[in-house]
């Protein structure tokens, strides 16, 4: 069954895999401080400046919760998009793991706006109401649009004024600097961001992201924290070798440039059909479209993908590192065909 529903289902990249059986060679020092894990820091300055350091951990939502304990105190919350990962799809997870207070903002592109903060970032002082502490934004976003270097500086620069501190949720980071045609420091270290959840599972690896710190007064701890949430990896060499692999000679931004590729392909397949309509920017490697009920159930039962919401209708098709235009082509093939019964 080829699959559209997440690039979490994508294979491993070979050269990942590859650098994994390099790392499997006799003994190496654990927890971190081995030659790999070294390797990998000395990488991450070169792609996000000379202060950033790197935390490899297990997933994601490891990643965004280590990276927003550090950045607030314990009686602080974080303002965030109502579809933002960290508050949809994390189970609770800042909440029950991190003792952290979301405070959610609509948007219905995906993006916060310095008024979008403002309408959450108020109360300071109150001791009845959780401090607003941080931003967390997400990029790309969970709706498949991106943030400009720009907007991401506003709101930077708006969160810094209000004394607050700024996370991004870089689960498909890589998708988003490749949108961009830029490096990773133009769109966070360059223009104020503290501190980045670094993706890499989604963007061929087997497991692995990173939380890098980008302003170290910004976010302290997070060595710590790390451990006490239990994403501190005894063989850490394994991990950082795959994102030491995923970072070296471009590896990501090829992966990224393909399936962002692949997705602007599908949605130039299906976007004139009758009864279909496409609702979001395809910025990234997202297509979201309103598809009828019957429609999207027959084509559930030929091709994995989610429906997004139920209320409307609308379906989320993601492509991957490992899509192919030949995928693309059948899948298009059969939207066609259904929508052509109704």
């Known amino acids: ?85 960290v508050n949809f799809d994390e189970g609770g997870a800042p909440e029950h793991g991190g003792g952290i207070k979301l405070w959610p903002v609509p948007s219905p592109d995906g993006k916060i ?31 498949g649009t991106r943030y400009s270097a720009d ?16 996370h991004v949720d870089g689960a498909r980071l890589s998708n988003a600097a490749a ?10 270290t360059d223009v104020g961001v503290d501190i980045v959840s670094l993706g ?56 990224a440039q393909h399936a962002n590729a692949m997705s602007a392909r599908l949605a130039e397949r299906v976007r004139d059909l009758p009864g279909l309509t496409i609702t979001q920017p395809v910025q990234a490697n997202a297509v979201f479209a309103i598809l009828p009920p019957a429609v999207t159930e027959r084509l559930q039962q030929q091709f994995r993908f989610y429906v997004w919401d139920h209320t409307t209708g609308e379906v989320r098709w993601m492509c991957a590192w490992d899509t192919s235009e030949h995928d693309v082509d059948d899948f298009a093939a059969a939207i066609a065909a259904e929508l052509s019964r109704r």
């Open 200 to 255: 890499g599972t989604k963007n061929g690896l087997m497991l692995g992201e990173a939380v890098v710190v980008l302003d170290p007064e910004a976010a302290p701890g997070v060595a710590f924290l790390r451990k006490s949430s239990m994403q501190l990896a005894s063989k850490m060499r394994f991990i950082s070798a795959q994102l030491l692999a995923l970072l070296t000679d471009d590896l990501w931004l090829r992966n």
């Open 179 to 188: 949108g961009l045609g830029t490096g990773f420091a133009s769109f966070t």
């Open 1 to 85: 069954m080829i699959a559209f529903a997440s690039d979490n289902y994508a294979s491993v990249h070979p050269d990942v895999l590859e650098a994994m059986l390099r790392a499997n060679s006799g003994h190496d020092v654990s927890y971190g401080d081995d030659a790999i894990t070294a390797r990998l820091t000395d990488v991450i300055k070169d792609h996000f400046g000379p202060l950033a350091e790197a935390y490899p951990v297990f997933n994601g939502t490891g990643a965004n919760v280590v990276a927003l304990q550090a950045i607030t105190k314990r009686w602080e919350a974080v303002v965030c998009t109502t579809n933002a990962h």
């Open 151 to 166: 907007e991401i500086g506003a709101i930077a620069d708006h969160v810094h004024s209000l004394g607050m501190h700024l």
């Open 113 to 143: 706006t310095p008024a979008g903060i403002d309408s959450q970032a108020w109360g300071f002082g109150d001791v009845h109401r959780a401090q607003p502490g941080a931003v967390t934004i997400t990029q790309s976003t969970e709706l």
